[in-house]
């Protein structure tokens, strides 16, 4: 495939999109900072110009396509059918990530006109697939004012999304608008409420305090992403075709806490509902559905780095 990916130069993206790249795919990073990976093309876009978007997404992606592309010409040198876009798909990653980084109106506003351009352009020049990054704050527990507990356990993607902050609002709205662009055009576009990020260096640097501490995981319902799945997540939603406007849980299978599942519920979850059996180690973040529609399976967890081998893993 040929793919635009939005925010390569970001946390997530800087991982995901060499990944996709070394998968065989061609990837352009489309960021307002170039990502200098010799696999990945930059191209300086800002998101919130529509006007910047089309025409990138209507380009020749590289100098190498030029003998191989003929976008918009009538009929054109090589005889072939004209596009209205040399990609395939785009992966939409770019964003204000958190609260706190600029003014919460700046974050609303960028995030919201980001994902409405993206879309707009995208489905309108004939691509059929867009994934995008959604949050796991959409479910109001990371971001609230004050502590808040899920209404139910595990929180599955039928749970209630109550933000309370402005990023956590510009994830659902995008999810929204991804929802009526499927309706409008019948393309596939695929939300990921993708947990807390971790990249493999920060298993030694972070998680030793949340072992010692499991409380300062609460906002992230205990649960996280490793990168390198996250990769692997996007890869298979590319992948997969035909399931129109969807949104995933994305996390890695097991608790990002020594303390077991149990313990957790005793402590912090007191009086939540839980709705079904859950194992030892299991995240309270259900990925059951990006396992059943995508075949997702997480490789990664913590407890290969810091752990004895022989620890139970997630579900024992």
Not at 55 to 73: E, N, Y
Not at 97 to 102: C, F, S
Not at 121 to 131: C, P
Not at 163 to 185: C, I, L, N, Q, W
Request: proline content about 6%; hydrophobic content about 40%.
């Amino acid at each position: 495939m040929r793919i635009l990916f939005t925010g390569g130069s970001g946390k997530a993206g800087r991982h995901v999109a060499p990944y996709l790249a070394a998968q065989g795919h061609q990837v352009v990073n489309a960021d307002l900072v170039p990502l200098g990976h010799p696999d990945v093309a930059d191209v300086r876009v800002d998101l919130t110009d529509a006007g910047q978007v089309y025409s990138a997404l209507a380009a020749v992606p590289t100098q190498g396509d030029l003998d191989d592309l003929d976008l918009g010409a009538s009929g054109g040198s090589t005889g072939g059918p004209t596009r209205g876009s040399a990609y395939d798909a785009v992966v939409h990653f770019a964003a204000v990530p958190r609260p706190w980084i600029v003014p919460d109106a700046t974050t609303y506003a960028t995030n919201v006109l980001s994902q409405y351009h993206v879309f707009e352009a995208a489905t309108r020049l004939g691509i059929r697939k867009v994934v995008f990054a959604s949050s796991e704050t959409t479910y109001g527990v990371c971001f609230a004012q004050g502590e808040r507990t899920p209404l139910y356990l595990p929180v599955d993607e039928e749970h209630p999304v109550v933000p309370e902050d402005s990023y956590a609002m510009s994830k659902v709205a995008g999810e929204v608008t991804a929802r009526s662009f499927h309706a409008r055009t019948g393309a596939d576009l695929y939300g990921l409420r993708i947990n807390n990020v971790v990249e493999p260096h920060e298993y030694a640097e972070l998680f030793p305090a949340f072992l010692a501490d499991p409380a300062l995981r609460r906002r992230n319902l205990f649960a996280y992403i490793d990168v390198r799945d996250l990769a692997q997540l996007t890869l298979r939603c590319l992948e997969t075709d035909g399931l129109g406007f969807e949104v995933f849980n994305v996390a890695n299978a097991d608790l990002s806490v020594a303390a077991t599942n149990q313990e957790i519920v005793d402590r912090f979850y007191a009086g939540v509902e839980v709705r079904r059996a859950m194992g030892r180690d299991e995240t309270f973040y259900s990925i059951d559905k990006a396992r059943t529609l995508l075949g997702f399976e997480p490789e990664h967890s913590w407890r290969d780095v810091l752990a004895d081998p022989g620890a139970p893993r997630a579900g024992a």
